[in-house]
Protein backbone atom coordinates (compact mmCIF):
# COMPACT_ATOMS: atom_id res chain seq x y z
CA UNK A 1 0.00 0.00 0.00
CA UNK A 2 1.42 3.61 -0.75
CA UNK A 3 1.65 6.06 1.70
CA UNK A 4 0.33 9.54 0.94
CA UNK A 5 2.37 12.09 0.94
CA UNK A 6 1.13 15.19 -0.37
CA UNK A 7 -2.78 16.09 -1.56
CA UNK A 8 -4.44 18.57 -3.40
CA UNK A 9 -8.23 18.91 -3.16
CA UNK A 10 -9.72 21.69 -4.96
CA UNK A 11 -6.25 24.18 -4.85
CA UNK A 12 -6.67 27.29 -6.49
CA UNK A 13 -2.76 28.59 -6.17
CA UNK A 14 -1.13 32.15 -7.07
CA UNK A 15 0.83 34.94 -6.11
CA UNK A 16 -1.15 38.28 -5.59
CA UNK A 17 -4.33 36.73 -7.06
CA UNK A 18 -5.67 33.29 -8.03
CA UNK A 19 -3.90 32.00 -10.99
CA UNK A 20 -4.80 28.98 -11.56
CA UNK A 21 -7.92 26.26 -11.95
CA UNK A 22 -9.30 24.19 -8.95
CA UNK A 23 -6.90 20.99 -9.26
CA UNK A 24 -7.21 17.69 -7.09
CA UNK A 25 -3.76 15.18 -6.87
CA UNK A 26 -2.27 12.89 -4.85
CA UNK A 27 1.04 12.08 -4.76
CA UNK A 28 2.05 8.61 -3.12
CA UNK A 29 5.60 7.77 -2.13
CA UNK A 30 7.03 5.97 -4.85
CA UNK A 31 5.20 7.93 -7.73
CA UNK A 32 6.31 10.17 -10.53
CA UNK A 33 3.19 12.70 -11.24
CA UNK A 34 3.63 15.23 -14.43
CA UNK A 35 2.08 18.64 -14.39
CA UNK A 36 1.52 19.51 -18.13
CA UNK A 37 -0.63 21.97 -19.78
CA UNK A 38 -0.52 25.00 -22.01
CA UNK A 39 2.12 28.21 -21.04
CA UNK A 40 -0.13 30.02 -18.43
CA UNK A 41 -1.96 27.29 -16.55
CA UNK A 42 -0.14 27.70 -13.37
CA UNK A 43 1.87 24.21 -13.31
CA UNK A 44 5.20 26.15 -11.48
CA UNK A 45 2.74 28.41 -9.57
CA UNK A 46 1.09 24.97 -8.52
CA UNK A 47 4.56 23.68 -7.66
CA UNK A 48 5.49 27.00 -5.80
CA UNK A 49 1.95 27.04 -3.38
CA UNK A 50 3.11 23.09 -2.45
CA UNK A 51 6.99 24.54 -1.58
CA UNK A 52 5.19 27.66 0.47
CA UNK A 53 6.13 30.27 -2.06
CA UNK A 54 2.47 30.86 -3.51
CA UNK A 55 -0.18 31.36 -1.95
CA UNK A 56 -3.26 28.54 -1.69
CA UNK A 57 -6.46 30.97 -2.12
CA UNK A 58 -8.85 27.60 -2.52
CA UNK A 59 -9.14 24.36 -1.82
CA UNK A 60 -6.87 22.02 0.87
CA UNK A 61 -3.00 21.65 0.53
CA UNK A 62 -1.90 18.78 2.67
CA UNK A 63 1.85 17.65 3.20
CA UNK A 64 3.05 14.55 5.26
CA UNK A 65 3.64 15.93 8.81
CA UNK A 66 7.39 17.15 8.55
CA UNK A 67 7.66 16.34 4.86
CA UNK A 68 10.83 17.54 3.36
CA UNK A 69 10.65 19.19 0.25
CA UNK A 70 13.02 20.32 -2.52
CA UNK A 71 12.35 22.31 -5.25
CA UNK A 72 14.23 23.12 -8.56
CA UNK A 73 12.81 26.18 -10.58
CA UNK A 74 13.76 27.68 -13.43
CA UNK A 75 15.87 30.66 -12.26
CA UNK A 76 19.27 30.70 -12.79
CA UNK A 77 21.18 32.55 -9.53
CA UNK A 78 23.62 34.98 -10.47
CA UNK A 79 27.02 32.84 -11.01
CA UNK A 80 29.13 36.04 -12.12
CA UNK A 81 32.08 36.17 -9.87
CA UNK A 82 30.78 33.37 -7.36
CA UNK A 83 33.69 31.40 -6.85
CA UNK A 84 31.89 27.89 -6.12
CA UNK A 85 32.75 24.97 -7.54
CA UNK A 86 30.53 21.72 -8.37
CA UNK A 87 31.08 19.48 -5.37
CA UNK A 88 31.21 22.74 -3.12
CA UNK A 89 27.75 23.04 -4.25
CA UNK A 90 26.91 19.22 -3.54
CA UNK A 91 28.52 19.41 -0.44
CA UNK A 92 26.14 22.66 0.61
CA UNK A 93 22.95 20.71 -0.49
CA UNK A 94 23.94 17.44 1.49
CA UNK A 95 23.92 15.84 -2.11
CA UNK A 96 26.73 13.03 -3.19
CA UNK A 97 28.37 12.81 -6.14
CA UNK A 98 28.30 9.25 -7.01
CA UNK A 99 25.77 8.36 -9.52
CA UNK A 100 27.09 11.96 -11.94
CA UNK A 101 27.75 10.86 -15.69
CA UNK A 102 31.23 11.05 -16.33
CA UNK A 103 30.73 13.98 -18.43
CA UNK A 104 29.71 16.05 -15.64
CA UNK A 105 31.88 14.55 -12.76
CA UNK A 106 34.76 15.23 -14.40
CA UNK A 107 33.65 19.03 -13.85
CA UNK A 108 33.21 19.08 -10.15
CA UNK A 109 36.42 20.79 -9.25
CA UNK A 110 35.41 23.81 -11.98
CA UNK A 111 33.78 27.09 -10.83
CA UNK A 112 29.93 26.77 -11.28
CA UNK A 113 30.54 30.15 -13.39
CA UNK A 114 33.36 28.46 -15.90
CA UNK A 115 30.53 25.47 -16.67
CA UNK A 116 28.22 25.26 -19.57
CA UNK A 117 24.47 26.15 -19.05
CA UNK A 118 23.85 22.58 -19.66
CA UNK A 119 26.53 21.23 -17.29
CA UNK A 120 25.49 23.64 -14.36
CA UNK A 121 21.82 22.99 -15.13
CA UNK A 122 22.21 19.36 -14.47
CA UNK A 123 24.49 19.94 -11.32
CA UNK A 124 22.15 22.19 -9.72
CA UNK A 125 19.16 19.39 -10.58
CA UNK A 126 21.56 16.56 -9.25
CA UNK A 127 21.72 18.90 -6.11
CA UNK A 128 17.96 18.74 -5.68
CA UNK A 129 17.58 15.14 -7.00
CA UNK A 130 19.88 14.39 -4.01
CA UNK A 131 18.93 16.32 -1.24
CA UNK A 132 17.23 14.57 1.76
CA UNK A 133 13.82 15.22 0.97
CA UNK A 134 10.84 12.84 0.40
CA UNK A 135 9.32 14.83 -2.01
CA UNK A 136 10.96 16.76 -4.93
CA UNK A 137 9.42 19.38 -6.78
CA UNK A 138 10.80 19.60 -10.45
CA UNK A 139 9.87 22.99 -13.14
CA UNK A 140 11.11 21.52 -16.10
CA UNK A 141 13.85 19.77 -15.51
CA UNK A 142 15.08 18.87 -19.11
CA UNK A 143 15.78 22.41 -19.98
CA UNK A 144 19.40 23.08 -21.42
CA UNK A 145 19.80 18.93 -21.14
CA UNK A 146 20.65 17.16 -24.43
CA UNK A 147 19.47 13.86 -25.12
CA UNK A 148 22.32 12.22 -22.62
CA UNK A 149 21.64 14.14 -20.10
CA UNK A 150 17.64 13.65 -20.38
CA UNK A 151 18.11 9.96 -20.25
CA UNK A 152 20.29 10.20 -17.02
CA UNK A 153 17.85 12.22 -15.44
CA UNK A 154 15.10 9.99 -16.17
CA UNK A 155 16.99 6.83 -15.23
CA UNK A 156 17.70 8.97 -11.59
CA UNK A 157 14.48 10.02 -11.03
CA UNK A 158 13.42 6.15 -11.22
CA UNK A 159 15.81 5.25 -8.84
CA UNK A 160 14.69 8.12 -6.21
CA UNK A 161 10.65 7.08 -6.96
CA UNK A 162 11.78 3.36 -5.99
CA UNK A 163 13.61 4.49 -2.99
CA UNK A 164 10.39 6.07 -2.28
CA UNK A 165 10.13 9.65 -3.14
CA UNK A 166 7.49 11.64 -4.16
CA UNK A 167 7.77 13.58 -7.27
CA UNK A 168 5.85 16.29 -9.19
CA UNK A 169 7.40 17.70 -12.52
CA UNK A 170 6.64 19.81 -14.68
CA UNK A 171 7.54 19.54 -18.22
CA UNK A 172 6.68 20.22 -22.06
CA UNK A 173 8.35 17.64 -23.24
CA UNK A 174 5.89 15.13 -23.93
CA UNK A 175 8.24 11.77 -24.84
CA UNK A 176 10.01 12.41 -21.32
CA UNK A 177 6.90 12.76 -19.60
CA UNK A 178 5.70 9.60 -21.02
CA UNK A 179 8.92 7.64 -20.49
CA UNK A 180 9.19 9.24 -16.85
CA UNK A 181 5.62 9.74 -15.16
CA UNK A 182 3.74 7.46 -13.78
CA UNK A 183 0.83 9.57 -13.97
CA UNK A 184 -0.21 13.02 -15.78
CA UNK A 185 -2.05 15.53 -15.00
CA UNK A 186 -3.24 18.04 -17.71
CA UNK A 187 -3.79 21.61 -16.18
CA UNK A 188 -5.79 24.28 -18.45
CA UNK A 189 -5.49 28.10 -18.10
CA UNK A 190 -7.99 30.19 -15.76
CA UNK A 191 -9.06 31.39 -19.30
CA UNK A 192 -9.46 28.14 -20.97
CA UNK A 193 -6.82 27.92 -23.18
Known amino acids: MSAALLRLEQVVAGWTAPATRPLDLLVDAGSIVGLCGA ?3 GKSTLLAAVAGRAQVFHGR ?3 KPKIR ?3 QTQEAPPLAGLPLSGRELLALTGAAADGLPSWLADCLERRLDRLSGGQRHYLGLWAILNAPAELLLLD ?3 NNLDAAGVAHLGAALRRRAG ?3 GIVLVSHDPAFVAATCDR ?3 LEAPDGR
Open 39 to 41: NGA
Open 140 to 142: EPT
Open 61 to 63: LWK
Open 69 to 71: CAL
Open 163 to 165: AGC
Open 184 to 186: VCR
